[in-house]
C-alpha cells in the first residue's frame, strides 16, 4: 500500500474526528471564497451597467441615491428637472452626448422608463421581434419582462404611479407593446422603454390651458442632444427625471461637474466616485465576514493539529513496528504531513463547492439578476493555495515529533 493510500485509510478511520475537521475548514473557506464571488460578481455588474456613462445629472439630493435610481433602477429618483435646464446643459462644449431619462412609474414591479433609443443603444439592446418604440404610447420591453410577465407583441400595459406593485394606475392612458428585446446580460432586461413624451401624457393634466392654434407654442423644436423633439410649450414646461451624460474630453470630468452643481436645481453624480464609495460603505462588513472566514480556518487548522497529535499518540505503536519493518523516519513524517493535507484538501473542496453552489442557487434566486452564478475568480487560487499552506503548517508538528519518535523506547514500552 502506497503512502497515499494509507494516509487515506487513517483519514477515513477516524471518521468523527475527520468530519469535524473537514466541516470546520469548509465552513472558514466557503465564507471567504463567497465573499470573493459576490464582490467581483457586483463590480462585473456595476462596470457593466454604468459601461459608457460618465456623468449622471439629477435633481439635488444624495449623488449615491441618483446613480442607483438613474443607472440601476434600484433606488427612487430625487425628484425631476426642467426639460429646459437640460437641454442648456446638453449644449455644453464639454458634453458629447446626452440620454433623457423620465422615471416614476412602473407596470407589475418592472421600471418604466421614458428615454430616447440611444438609452436601448448603450448596452447594445437589439430585438428579437417587433419595432422600437417611437410614437407616443407605445413600449418596447426587456426579454425578463416579456418573459415574466409572458408579454406579447400588441398587449396593453397599464402603468402604476410609483414603482411599488399595486399602487393606484392610469388605466385611461395604457401603452402598446410593440417590440420586445433581446437579453442583455444588463439592466435594459427588467425594463420598459416608451417615449419621454409618452410619460409627459400618462401625467398630463386635464386642466391644461388651451392656446390659439397659431401659438408659436405648438412649434416643435429638435432637442438634437437628447436625441427628442418637443414642443416649445414641452420645452419650457415639461420635466424630466436625470441625464446619463458622456464627456466630450477628459477635461470635462474636472469642469462640467462643478458648472451641475453650480445651477440651483441640479446636481452632478459620478458613476466610478459614488460606486466606489458604495463599496467603501459596505466594504467593512465584507473585511468582518473575511476576519470571521480567517477565524474559522485558524480553528480548522487547530482542529487538524489535535487530531492529527490525538491520532500520533493513538498509533504510536503502529508507527514504531513501521519503523521496525523498515519505513524511514522521512516516510513517517510524510505519512502525517499528507494525512493533514488530505483533511485539509478534502475541506477545501467542500468549501468551494459549497460557496459556488450556493452563491449560483441565490443569484438563479434574483429577478433582477440575468447573469449566471456559476464562475470562478483568479483570486480562488490564492484562497486554495493559502488552504493548502494552512494545512501543511497544521501538520509539520505533528508530523515532526512521529519523526523524531524513539522506537525502542515506544516497543519497550508496549
Not at 465564507?31 to 457593466?48: C, D, H, M, P, R
Not at 439635488?60 to 446613480?67: D, E, N, R, Y
Not at 483533511?343 to 450556493?358: E, Q, R, W
Not at 475568480?377 to 494545512?391: K, N, P, Q, T
Amino acid at each position: 500500500m502506497n503512502l497515499f493510500s494509507l494516509s487515506i485509510k487513517n483519514v477515513f478511520g477516524k471518521p468523527l474526528s475527520s468530519l469535524l475537521s473537514v466541516l470546520l475548514f469548509g465552513f472558514g473557506v466557503a465564507i471567504i471564497v463567497a465573499i470573493l464571488l459576490t464582490s467581483t460578481f457586483l463590480k462585473n455588474e456595476i462596470n457593466k451597467n454604468a459601461l459608457g456613462i460618465d456623468l449622471v445629472v439629477g435633481a439635488k439630493g444624495s449623488p449615491l441615491q441618483i446613480i442607483l435610481a438613474s443607472i440601476f433602477h434600484i433606488d427612487f429618483p430625487t425628484g425631476n428637472i426642467s426639460l429646459n435646464d437640460a437641454n442648456n446643459l446638453t449644449r455644453n462644449r464639454l458634453v458629447e452626448s446626452a440620454i433623457p431619462l423620465s422615471l416614476g412609474d412602473s407596470y407589475q414591479g418592472y421600471r418604466i422608463v421614458g428615454t430616447s433609443k440611444a438609452y436601448a443603444d448603450l448596452y447594445g439592446a437589439k430585438l428579437v421581434d417587433g419595432e422600437w418604440f417611437g410614437s407616443e404610447m407605445t413600449a418596447t420591453v426587456g426579454a425578463a419582462v416579456a418573459k415574466n410577465l409572458g408579454l406579447k407583441i400588441g398587449d396593453e400595459l397599464e402603468s402604476a404611479h410609483g414603482l411599488a406593485e399595486g399602487a393606484g394606475g392610469h388605466e385611461e392612458h395604457p401603452f402598446k407593446v410593440v417590440g420586445i428585446m433581446e437579453k442583455t446580460g444588463s439592466v435594459m432586461d427588467q425594463l420598459i422603454l416608451v417615449t419621454v413624451q409618452s410619460v409627459w401624457e400618462v401625467h398630463a393634466s386635464h386642466e391644461e390651458h388651451e392656446h390659439d392654434a397659431t401659438s408659436d407654442l405648438h412649434e416643435k423644436v429638435s432637442l438634437d442632444r437628447l436625441g427628442i423633439e418637443v414642443t416649445k410649450e414641452q420645452l419650457e414646461n415639461e420635466d424630466i427625471t436625470s441625464l446619463l451624460i458622456k464627456y466630450r474630453s477628459p477635461m470635462a470630468a474636472v469642469q462640467l461637474p462643478r458648472i451641475v452643481n453650480g445651477t440651483s436645481n441640479l446636481q452632478a453624480a459620478s458613476p466610478p466616485y459614488e460606486t466606489a464609495r458604495l463599496f467603501n460603505i459596505i466594504g467593512v462588513g465584507v473585511d468582518v465576514v473575511n476576519v470571521l472566514g480567517l477565524v474559522i480556518i485558524i480553528l480548522s487548522a487547530t482542529s487538524v493539529f489535535i487530531a492529527l497529535i490525538n491520532s500520533l499518540k493513538e498509533r504510536k505503536y503502529e508507527l514504531a513496528i513501521m519503523r521496525s519493518m523498515g519505513a524511514s523516519q522521512l516516510k513517517i513524517f510524510l505519512l502525517i504531513l499528507t494525512e493533514g493535507i488530505v483533511l485539509t484538501i478534502i475541506g477545501s473542496l467542500c468549501g468551494f463547492g459549497l460557496a459556488h453552489i450556493g452563491f449560483g442557487i441565490l443569484v438563479d434566486s434574483m429577478e433582477q439578476i440575468q447573469t449566471s452564478g456559476m464562475f470562478f475568480v483568479y483570486d480562488e487560487y490564492y484562497v486554495m493555495l493559502g488552504s493548502l499552506a494552512v494545512g501543511i503548517f497544521a501538520s509539520i508538528i505533528p508530523a515532526f515529533l512521529a519523526y523524531k519518535s524513539d522506537i525502542s523506547e515506544t516497543l519497550s514500552k508496549a
